[in-house]
């Protein structure tokens, strides 16, 4: 019996479908297509077993539906801009588009390894002059619409990179790479106006019902669509020139007014720049915020700090009750209008703040059966349902109808309107980085902004972009910023901002329907392809990804360049592949090859391969090069094949769960290919004569039709663990009906069996597949092979159990033929002995027979 060879088979069938061309995505009229994708990956120069996870599952679907007669596309690209590249650049004194495009080639490799059914023929990288020049063209179609605009806007500055950075990539008020103390700076930035777009982006998440519901949740949450009050509050004195019409706030909780302790305002607000500008207490506690977290999570879990400004304002509700004004570190001028009235009592935020500086806690919204004369809150605000009391007009209200009620008295009074707004905010695309797309305009002194004429396009990078310190490499060529206006002719400048990479990935989908069209998308091509049919990536990217992504289908779908507005039809999170953490005790991460693990009963013991230094077991987290803790797919491959990495990552838990690493689990892998293909091996070139019958055959026959039937169902539920179980199951039936000394009506039962087992394992197992579908003789390449079909009749047992109750207790069961009618087995129940026994001394009162289900005796 020859083994099982994956290094000399599994090069072979890659070979061979290349040569055919088998994965090449047709238009085809006569067929359903279906368009399956994976979120690209950035060129990192290096897969792990992550990325074997996630493009495994795209391939799964992509080889099923193939299989199952559609037109597939399934295709790949790279996300190839970015920092990484310029931080390379600058640490390795390397170039960025050759280090991009080595690393490109690297990966490329390593992916076709894991024979993936992409159509390698339209693949890019947005780092490809071709691609981000036809970003720059519809770019300014939407610039020409007013969807890109430029504005001063406050930034977190990296002044060591000299970058803007995002507030995920300020850490403790330190710039993420330099470490430098960031600063807060007005420039001028580009936006893209997603704001316009944000009714539809809420509405249309109904539409996406094959998207995970904490997704759309996510998405939801992000862009924040709220109704409200927003109204002024008015001075009581003389109010200061910045706010000379009163201090404006938005509030989703007019009911809590009257529990009113003070009014915040952002210490970006131009009130407080004012009062800073002749206050320098205030000009120092204004520069410490500033040094602080930016994101919404560090700034919610840090202390909570404020200024008096010794400003007073008045209740809205009662001119003689006056508020204090504070600058406050936890309010964002990016949010609603840079200022809020805190009622301390109702959120938690305003509640930590009052309890510091000793300002009043009044509650006003009485939790169900507490009574209004001695409820007080301690130290967690109340957020719950209620009735509101101490609020005069308001009082006996439920929420709902009290701010109903107060924005009626707030319009009456013409202090301001009941509004709807939004959390989310316009689009940040600008970046002071070289390795980027550039913004494709031009500064003129007489014309002002000019976008560049589309027969000038591409704006394409200079190769000879110099890297080697911070800075935006672009700002100091020699010539990339010099050039005329294409409306006066006189002198120029171009735009040195690159743009956001999350731009880049915004529509990479629509350019895979055709990558080579000389518009930024092919209407005809889009229209045949698009949706995305399934979309496959990480929980990582629910919310600015994909948000992004349908913003931009949107735009782009009223410029005409598309027909559907949601890029996305289905989506699915797969869960991370992780690993333990190794460290020494200097705190260097190590590589799990150089550590050996011994164990002893339960403890278990890490050392040093080289040096036999003790190493501390860390937890097990996402592999990541950053703790080292990856597992490099080829040292896989060398050892146990492609496919037992493939089939270890797809079996071990369902796809959205996390999935351990462990070589035992690989091994496991291993061991059932293997066993597979001693199944293959040791069937006879003779099938056995068909149309013969036994009751071997049958059995085997009636395995074979219900293992088609659920692994058909597992990968179309995204249960791929549950169909690898059921193949696996299934070996010990085969091992249960061997071929050695089998009657004909067997050896065509396990013909048939094998013929099914090798179409089924395809989509997991792809090469092991092909080598068991030559074995018996299959027609062609298995990857041009249909799927298997089962005949319903064979997949319901012959025979059925049936639990037998009485008196609605369970005494026993019973086995029956299919479909037995009631009366026959109402007297096999009768006959039985031991049901017999269980009856005795009692009357029967009634048989209750569901058919091929359950028994049910009345007695008394």
């Known amino acids: 019996m020859a083994r099982y060879n994956p290094k000399e088979t599994e090069p072979k069938w890659r070979d061979a479908w290349a040569s055919a061309d088998a994965f090449r995505a047709r238009e085809d009229a006569s067929k359903p297509k279906y368009y399956v994708l994976e979120m690209f990956p950035y060129p990192s120069g290096r897969l792990h077993m992550g990325h074997v996870r996630n493009y495994a599952l795209g391939d799964v679907i992509a080889r099923y539906k193939r299989a199952r007669g559609f037109s597939v596309l399934h295709p790949m690209g790279w996300d190839a801009f970015g920092l990484p590249a310029e931080n390379a650049a600058m640490e390795r004194g390397v170039e960025p588009k050759g280090w991009t495009y080595d690393n490109i080639a690297r990966m490329r490799a390593e992916l076709k390894e894991l024979g993936l059914s992409i159509d390698w023929s339209r693949e890019f990288a947005t780092c490809d002059v071709e691609y981000y020049g036809q970003q720059q063209a519809w770019f300014l179609e939407l610039f020409k619409r007013g969807l890109v605009y430029r504005r001063e806007a406050t930034v977190n500055w990296d002044p060591v990179d000299q970058t803007v950075l995002a507030n995920e990539q300020v850490v403790d008020g330190k710039g993420w790479r330099s470490g430098a103390v960031v600063e807060k700076r007005k420039l001028s930035q580009w936006f893209l106006r997603i704001t316009q777009y944000a009714d539809q982006l809420v509405d249309d998440l109904a539409q996406l019902d094959r998207w995970p519901e904490k997704v759309r949740t996510m998405q939801e949450n992000w862009i924040g669509r709220s109704k409200g009050l927003r109204f002024r509050f008015h001075f009581a004195g003389e109010a200061p020139q910045a706010a000379a019409d009163g201090i404006e706030v938005y509030t989703t909780r007019p009911d809590t007014l009257f529990g009113a302790s003070f009014v915040g305002i952002a210490p970006d607000h131009p009130l407080a720049q004012e009062i800073a500008a002749r206050d320098p207490k205030a000009a120092a506690f204004i520069e410490e915020c500033r040094k602080g977290g930016a994101s919404e999570a560090e700034i919610e879990t840090a202390e909570k700090l404020g200024y008096d400004t010794g400003l007073k304002v008045k209740h809205p509700f009662d001119p003689n009750w006056e508020l204090p004004v504070w600058i406050a570190n936890f309010i964002l001028m990016d949010y609603g209008t840079g200022a809020i009235f805190a009622c301390p009592a109702h959120d938690q935020r305003d509640l930590d703040f009052a309890r510091k500086y000793d300002l009043p806690v009044r509650p006003v919204v009485l939790p169900p059966g507490e009574d209004p004369a001695s409820y007080d809150v301690g130290s967690e605000a109340y957020v719950g349902p209620g009735t509101i009391f101490r609020s005069q007009f308001l009082d006996g209200l439920e929420i709902e109808p009290a701010k109903e009620a107060a924005i009626a008295r707030i319009e ?12 989310l905010r316009d689009w940040g695309v600008s970046r002071q980085r070289g390795w980027g797309c550039p913004i494709p305009v031009i500064h003129c ?9 589309r027969d000038q396009l591409p704006v394409a990078l200079p190769d000879d972009l110099e890297f080697g310190k911070p800075g935006n490499a672009l700002e100091r060529h020699p010539t990339f910023k010099h050039t005329t206006c294409p409306q006066c002719g006189a002198e120029a400048s171009r735009e040195t901002d690159t743009l956001d990479t999350f731009v880049d990935s915004s529509w990479y989908f629509a350019r895979f329907a055709n990558p080579n069209a000389a518009d930024p998308v092919d209407k005809a091509a889009a229209d045949y392809w698009m949706s995305v049919d399934q979309y496959i990536g990480g929980i990582e990217h629910a919310v600015l990804h994909l948000l992004y992504a349908r913003f931009v289908t949107k735009a782009l779908a009223d410029e005409g360049m598309l027909s559907v507005r949601e890029p996305f039809a289905g989506l699915f999170t797969q869960g991370m592949v992780t690993h333990e953490t190794y460290r020494r005790e200097n705190g260097e991460w190590l590589e799990p090859g150089a550590v050996e693990i011994t164990a002893t009963g339960n403890k278990r013991e890490a050392k040093m391969v080289d040096t036999g ?20 797919p080829g040292e896989i491959f060398d050892v146990y094949g492609v496919d037992a990495a493939r089939l270890f990552v797809l079996s071990d838990s369902p796809p959205e769960r996390d999935v351990q690493w462990t070589s035992g689990g690989v091994q496991g892998a291993w061991r059932f290919v293997n066993r597979v293909w001693d199944e293959f091996d040791s069937q006879p070139a003779d099938a056995g004569a068909a149309g013969e019958t036994d009751e071997a055959a049958d059995a085997l026959r009636r395995a074979t039709h219900k293992l088609v039937k659920h692994v058909t169902e597992a990968i179309e539920s995204f249960r791929f663990n549950s169909g690898i179980a059921r193949l696996y199951e299934f070996l010990n039936t085969l091992k249960a009906h061997p071929a050695e000394g089998a009657s ?90 031991e049901i017999a026994r269980r009856l005795e001394g009692l009357t029967i009162r009634k048989v209750i027979v569901v058919k091929d289900r359950i028994v049910n005796i009345v007695a008394a």
């Open 744 to 833: 004909p009506a067997l050896l065509a039962a396990r013909h048939e069996a094998l013929s099914a087992f090798a179409r089924l394992i395809a989509p997991f197992t792809p090469h092991l597949a092909e080598e068991c579908w030559a074995r018996v003789g299959g027609g062609g390449m298995l990857v041009e092979a249909e799927w298997p079909t089962f005949d319903p009749a064979l997949t319901e047992d012959a025979v059925k159990v049936l639990p037998v109750q009485v008196n609605g207790k369970r005494r026993g069961e019973i086995s029956a033929p299919a479909g037995a009618e009631p009366a026959e087995v109402e007297k096999m129940v009768l006959d039985d002995p």
């Open 412 to 423: 009456a009074q013409n202090d301001g309107q009941g509004a709807t707004v939004f959390r």
């Open 613 to 632: 230094e003790l190493v501390r077991i860390g937890d097990i987290e996402k592999m990541s090069k950053s703790k080292k803790n990856t597992v490099a």
């Open 445 to 453: 002194g007489k014309c002002g902004v000019v976008g560049v004429p």
